[in-house]
């Protein structure tokens, strides 16, 4: 019988927890109301609900219930955030300043807003993929008005020093934003502690539904709304609301962060345990980004003298990444790995992604399915 397939491509998206599940399955048929409808118990068990979970999100990043509003997903959260405070901006404050390895959803806003007069730095990485503190310094002294660093890299997992960077923002009358979506549930977050005045988060990185995130607005931060139209969540995001998303959002917030304690170690462990597995079979094999602050379920690794394309074929039934999931269909090099290297990008490259679910049987299977086919494209064809 052959071996089911190998899930190991957590940072791209996760499968939903049976218990999350089970958690929003009431909201699809039974209590299936519009938590705008207030003049019956189908309206009030629906708002009860989008409450409950409310809270739940809020606890998960140290916020209060009404700091969170609900989006469809890290990227509405990441484009809400910097172009909601773009428009409210005075034209003698119009810098905005970015890492260069931030999401495709903040890049892109940085470069439209950049287009319509902008001032836009791009903030280079250490080669452990941490942001230069000098240069976000520098840049503070313009007047800049929103400094946007991610938590954590969704391709090398580097942990930001996010307090350090919040506290510069503020020292100079900037605004901080952070997107989170991979570090929510992975490791602590605290808004208030981290001088945090923005932060994007999704549930399908943490088991939760796809098509459903959250965004943190701190008190007295006035932003305008991308969406128009009916005044839901506080007349910053139109429309009606996804119950049973947010309900799987908030349980999954509240499950992750039950765990985070126990599970960091564990996936670190298997994480090790790959490294390890590979590093003692195979040569050539680097770590992109320092392991010290990098997500406990991370891993990306390089392999010289293999053809990318060659490997994630030969591989087969292991899911893995050469990169973001948002990027990775261009065929292009990792922008990550080109800030972090410049021209020295190895020329085949494998982000792994743990999970809750993964097991040690399948952290071994992977090594030696990648020593296997490493080995037999070097003897093959040498890149």
């Known amino acids: ?17 049976r218990r999350v599940l089970d958690a929003m399955l009431p909201y ?81 806003v940085a470069h439209l807003l950049e287009s319509q007069g902008w001032r836009v730095t791009c903030v280079p990485v250490e080669r452990t993929g941490r942001v230069r503190m000098d240069v976000i310094e520098d840049a503070l002294r313009s007047g800049a008005a929103i400094v946007s660093v991610m938590a954590a890299n969704n391709e090398i997992g580097t942990i930001q020093p996010l307090a350090e960077i919040g506290a510069l923002a503020h020292a100079h009358g900037a605004l901080f934003h952070v997107d989170a979506a991979q570090a929510v549930g992975k490791i602590p977050i605290d808004v208030n502690a981290m001088q945090i005045d923005l932060l994007s988060l999704t549930a399908h990185k943490i088991y939760g539904p796809k098509g459903c995130g959250a965004i943190f607005i701190r008190r007295r931060v006035e932003l305008s709304p991308l969406l128009i139209g009916g005044g839901h969540e506080r007349g910053v995001r139109a429309g009606t609301l996804n119950v049973p998303g947010i309900v799987g ?44 602050n990098r997500l406990p379920n991370n ?5 010289d003298g293999v053809d990318g394309e060659s490997l994630l074929v030969g591989i087969g039934n292991i899911a893995v990444s050469t990169g973001s999931a948002c990027s990775s269909a261009t065929g292009q090099p990792s922008y990550v790995l080109q800030a972090l ?16 679910f993964t097991t040690a049987d399948e952290i071994d299977y992977a090594i030696q399915s990648f020593v296997t086919v490493v080995k037999h494209l070097r003897d093959m064809a040498p890149v």
């Open 341 to 356: 290297l410049g021209a020295d990008v190895p020329s085949a490259y494998v982000r792994f992604g743990l999970g809750r």
């Open 249 to 292: 959002l908030g349980t999954a917030c509240a499950l992750a962060c039950a765990s985070m304690d126990e599970e960091g170690p564990r996936v670190r462990a298997l994480r090790d345990r790959l490294l390890d597995g590979l590093c003692s079979q195979l040569t050539g094999v680097s770590v992109n980004g320092g392991l010290e």
């Open 1 to 17: 019988m052959p071996r089911p397939p190998v899930y190991l491509d957590c940072h791209a998206t996760t499968p939903v927890d």
């Open 28 to 108: 699809f048929s039974e209590t299936f109301g519009n938590p705008a409808s207030s003049t019956h118990e189908w309206g009030w068990k629906a708002q009860e609900a989008v409450d409950q979970a409310r809270k739940q999100v809020a606890a998960a990043v140290g916020a209060t219930a009404r700091e969170i509003v609900f989006t469809s997903g890290a990227t509405e959260s990441n484009n809400l955030a910097i172009r909601g405070i773009a428009d409210r901006t005075p034209a003698d404050r119009r810098h905005l300043i970015v890492s260069a390895v931030e999401h495709k959803s903040v890049l892109e």
């Open 299 to 303: 891993l990306h690794v390089g392999f």
